[in-house]
């Protein structure tokens, strides 16, 4: 590749509505011209967490994930490498999932909860996008998700909410909003944020 890719930052609060957004992004690109990577394949295994004052497993914290790896990931990736790595499983943490590969395209886009926080990630963004959602919409969305998805409780998906990701999300990613440099209010629909981001984006190639 003798071009720089560019590097494109997706984040957001849980339940955001990021992966809608995302699966609908990246059908509107060949592999050939965006390669897409996600936070979720560097989440460290289930032993390596932090536990709460309760003794349950905190995953909404920057050290749950390797971020350092993701860094570099990024970087070779912007410099024409492929990358390989395992795909993380939600149900089996403690499991290694099926080896990915990620090849270098023209548009990269990386995604995740702390790819703001992380300044080395940051810092290598040609464009930021923060995906928003109101609070009550995202929690009715996070339910749902856990519910059927990760057959969780709604009793402890609602723990998870009040003493893990609301913290998180104040600490860790509402402070970011501000340094984007695009805002997507994902409450009704995106449709039009999506349209803008795919003209911007097929520029670039």
């Known amino acids: 590749m ?103 395209a023209p548009i990269i886009i990386c995604e995740g909860l702390f790819i703001f926080y992380h300044e080395k990630i940051f810092s290598q963004f040609d ?18 998700r856990d519910v059927a998805e990760r057959n969780i409780s709604e009793t402890f998906v609602l723990y998870q909410w009040n003493n893990h990701v609301v913290p998180s999300y104040q600490q860790y990613l509402q402070p970011f909003m501000a340094q984007s440099d695009m805002i997507i209010n994902n409450n009704t629909h995106f449709g039009n944020s999506l349209n803008v981001v795919k003209a911007f984006l097929k520029e670039k190639i």
Do not use: W
Not at 38 to 65: I, M, R, W
């Open 2 to 104: 003798n071009k720089k890719p560019y590097l494109v930052g997706i984040s957001g609060g849980s339940a955001s509505g990021k992966t809608s957004f995302l699966k609908a992004l990246r059908e509107q690109f060949s592999n050939q011209e965006l390669c897409m990577v996600s936070q979720d394949n560097y989440y460290k295994l289930a032993y390596e967490h932090q536990k709460d004052e309760n003794g349950h497993t905190n995953f909404d914290l920057p050290d749950c994930v390797d971020l350092e790896a993701f860094a570099v990931d990024v970087e070779k990736l912007s410099k024409g490498e492929t990358i390989q790595r395992h795909e993380y499983l939600f149900q089996h943490e403690n499991q290694q999932g099926d080896l990915l590969t990620f090849k270098p």
């Open 127 to 144: 464009l930021k996008i923060f995906i928003n959602a109101e609070t009550e919409l995202a929690l009715k969305r996070r339910i749902a």
